[in-house]
């Protein structure tokens, strides 16, 4: 049964270092700890596997799906949107000082701002209001890659105007990721792993009913039913800039607007690039150290005491391995 004591887990701390913060977890199932927390620790490597294979990596990063869940459940109880704006700020002040949760934490800024009762903002101003405040206070810096991806994919959302459009923006998007992280891309996958994202708010609710009552065995048909999607992804497609270009000419007529849009949230995303993903670590680097040195994905520190420190960004948070 789901028991709502929070348990973090192991971390080191000494020598003033700003170590990433301790990962929540519950006494439930892997899957509710990693979907509702994204602590993947306790998650099978088979299991994550299969979620990278088909890109349904956001299921473990609690994000925009989720709030979208929440909203759904806030809706069913509470149709007036003053109530709904009242019941957001209520809960702001314990959601927000739970770590590991910047995604879901920029997306519940952008909910209060939608459904503040003073004056109705669309929602493309509401995305450039919560990106500036969640920059101005250091979100960014703190974690880069995830402040990224929350802007490429609401953004590629905003960019569209049907239904099929964000479809497509999508697809390119996650295109786009694959071959900034030197992954291959399979055109299949990605298609299974959009759709599977329509049913998130299904997916969740079955998983916190697992979470609550232990005897439904929802990961287990989750798992085979991934593993058989995964198995059946068809050929990976090479990476080419030039094979992104019969998607643009589907769009609507404002062909040139869309395109500009595009290309304009490609390049405000460079950071994500393999050359450029320790840049902002570097600007500000932790104290006391006597040698810095690049490797993949992260910085090398040596210390007069003879003890070495790496740091490396591991998909959207940073981690720090000390030994001597």
Request: charged share 15%.
């Amino acid at each position: 049964m789901l028991l709502l004591s929070l348990a973090p887990t192991r971390s080191f701390n000494f020598l003033d270092f700003k170590y990433a913060p301790k990962k929540l977890s519950l006494r439930t199932t892997p899957l509710f700890n990693a979907y509702f927390l994204g602590n993947k620790k306790f998650m099978k490597r088979s299991f994550i596997q299969v979620h990278k294979a088909l890109n349904l990596q956001h299921l473990m990063t609690p994000s925009g799906l989720h709030l979208g869940f929440f909203m759904i459940i806030l809706n069913f109880f509470f149709r007036n949107k003053f109530m709904q704006f009242l019941i957001l700020s209520f809960l702001a002040p314990f959601i927000y000082p739970i770590p590991f949760l910047d995604s879901f934490k920029r997306m519940y800024l952008f909910a209060i701002i939608r459904k503040n009762p003073l004056t109705q903002i669309n929602i493309k101003k509401a995305f450039l209001f919560t990106f500036l405040i969640a920059l101005g206070f250091g979100q960014f810096h703190s974690n880069p890659l995830s402040f990224t991806l929350s802007f490429l994919f609401l953004g590629a959302i905003l960019c569209a105007k049907k239904n099929y459009q964000i479809f497509l923006f999508l697809f390119i998007s996650q295109y786009l990721l694959s071959h900034w992280f030197g992954n291959s891309f399979y055109p299949l996958g990605a298609i299974y792993g959009l759709l599977i994202s329509l049913l998130s708010p299904l997916i969740f609710l079955f998983t916190l009913a697992e979470g609550i009552f232990p005897i439904f065995p929802f990961s287990k048909i989750w798992f085979f039913t991934l593993s058989f999607l995964a198995e059946v992804k068809g050929p990976p497609l090479p990476f080419s800039i030039w094979s992104l270009m019969p998607f643009i000419f589907l769009f609507s007529k404002e062909k040139m607007r869309v395109k500009s849009l595009a290309f304009g949230i490609y390049f405000m995303v460079g950071q994500l690039s393999p050359q450029m993903r320790t840049a902002s670590f570097e600007n500000e680097p932790p104290v006391n150290f006597q040698k810095i040195k690049r490797i993949k994905n992260g910085v090398k520190l040596s210390y007069p005491n003879g003890m070495y420190c790496y740091r490396r960004l591991k998909v959207d948070t940073w981690s720090t391995h000390c030994n001597r």
